[in-house]
């Protein structure tokens, strides 16, 4: 068994249920457990002595899209692609990687989802929820290759085809929701607990305007049987509101999913802007989680603020929808929208953050021995360099973290006792080679008339 004994000028630990910053400790890992937090500098087999480094639980990403954000990456900014300057969703997104997954090879789809947990790895991510076509099941291998801990998404649909008309409104065609849910459970037995444990599914609907009511039943149903977690999109948009009023009798897509009974303490729902009061009450009486993704919709001039969501009661957590997947970033972004949007400059703080994306994810998750640095808890940590200029002087070093740091600042990331990255840098491949290789192959989607035309429209 190994052991490895990591300083921290500062230490995320608990105590009494909340956090608790400790000064110069020590963080012992044993296998894949934490063994200890002590002062005193403890035996091990590796020993990393570096000062000003600040240890704090793995951070937990619980919504990502590795695949479809590489396509439109540097595409779609500035509102390209946004025909009726409405959802790339449907222009880009889908059309895309439902084009592209066919396009590439296996290597090649391998290669795009090695990018994309390299990016995770080095943001500082330990864990990730990442929602794909269930034609790229090269993300699980990926995943499991380069050891992050690994919640696969395959999406299912209802719709197959939708698309976006040249002014912006969408079309829904086909339905493979049969055809989807057999694919699903083939990668649950292919895949489920492999990586030493590390690699699961997540039964992942699409959406409330791609899912009817059966499939939405049964993906609920099969996922309580399996004990997996729900996740799905809801309340993207006014226009998928506006689709979910006509369809079922002026429900909000809140009130859908409710009179489905999917509304409930499993469900991961990401984005919900489009949600009323009611519908934040709603959800937060049920128990269900939003999944919150600022920075992606404020490229679109869209507010998604965390402490909306919170003030309503919901639990809230906070991903990167797969854009930049900076993680220290985004919840800079989650910070700087929320105060922005209140006008409070209390809301949305770096204690209540770090805890969203560490034991409130965890608890989502319902793995209590994630989110946190105790004895016996599984050896998953993020190792923050705080000794940068611009992170010092430190006074408080959660604030710094929040309002100051990003990816650059990651130095080490831990998962399942193994570190993956130090220094910075990935240990177990080729940085270069991964980037070449992933870049050659979104560069050949990039080729397609097709993508010429999403991307310009």
Request: proline share 5%; hydrophobic share 45%; net charge neutral.
């Amino acid at each position: 068994m190994t052991t490895t004994a990591i300083f921290g000028s500062y230490v995320l630990a608990r105590k009494d249920g909340a956090q608790d910053v400790l000064r110069d400790h020590w963080v012992l890992l044993e296998g894949n457990r934490i063994a200890a937090v002590t002062r005193d500098r403890p035996q091990a087999a590796l020993v990393f002595d570096k000062p000003g480094r600040f240890i704090l639980p793995g951070l937990l990403n619980l919504h990502n899209h590795c695949y479809s954000e590489a396509i439109a990456r540097s595409h779609t900014e500035d509102g390209n692609g946004r025909r009726g300057n409405k959802s790339i969703v449907y222009t880009v997104l889908l059309p895309l990687t439902k084009r592209g997954a066919e396009l590439l090879s296996p290597r090649e789809r391998l290669a795009v989802a090695r990018l994309g947990i390299l990016q995770l790895l080095r943001g500082g991510v330990t864990t990730v929820m990442d929602s794909f076509r269930n034609s790229i099941p090269e993300m699980f291998e990926a995943a499991a290759e380069m050891g992050i801990r690994f919640y696969g998404a395959p999406y299912l649909f209802s719709t197959a085809d939708a698309k976006a008309n040249s002014d912006g409104t969408v079309t829904y065609a086909g339905d493979d929701g049969e055809a989807d849910f057999a694919i699903w459970n083939a990668l649950y037995g292919r895949w489920n607990k492999q990586g030493d444990g590390r690699i699961g599914l997540a039964m992942s609907p699409h959406a409330t305007d791609t899912c009817g009511p059966d499939l939405f039943k049964a993906c609920a149903a099969r996922a309580r049987e399996l004990g997996v977690p729900i996740t799905t999109h809801m309340a993207q948009s006014p226009e998928e509101v506006a689709v979910i009023a006509q369809r079922y009798g002026g429900r909000t897509p809140a009130e859908y999913l409710d009179w489905l009974g999917v509304l409930a303490p499993d469900l991961m729902a990401a984005h919900c802007m489009s949600s009323t009061d009611a519908d934040l009450r709603l959800m937060a009486a049920r128990g269900a989680t939003v999944l919150n993704c600022p920075r992606v919709f404020a490229r679109s001039g869209v507010t998604a603020a965390f402490s909306r969501f919170r003030e309503h009661g919901v639990r809230t957590v906070v991903g990167t929808d797969g854009y930049n997947q900076d993680f220290l970033g985004e919840l800079n972004a989650a910070s700087m929208i929320s105060k922005l949007s209140s006008g409070k400059a209390d809301v949305a703080t770096a204690p209540e953050l770090i805890e969203a994306v560490t034991a409130t994810a965890a608890g989502v998750l319902r793995r209590p021995d994630l989110g946190v640095i105790v004895p016996g808890a599984t050896a998953d940590l993020t190792v923050v360099d705080m000794t940068h200029p611009h992170l010092r002087p430190m006074y408080d070093p959660r604030r710094g973290l929040i309002a100051l740091a990003n990816r650059a600042n990651i130095d080490q990331v831990v998962v399942d006792g193994h570190v993956l990255v130090d220094a910075g840098r990935y240990l177990n491949g080729d940085e270069a080679a991964i980037i070449a290789a992933g870049n050659a192959a979104v560069g050949r989607i990039w080729d397609l008339p097709e993508a010429r035309a999403a991307f310009s429209g």
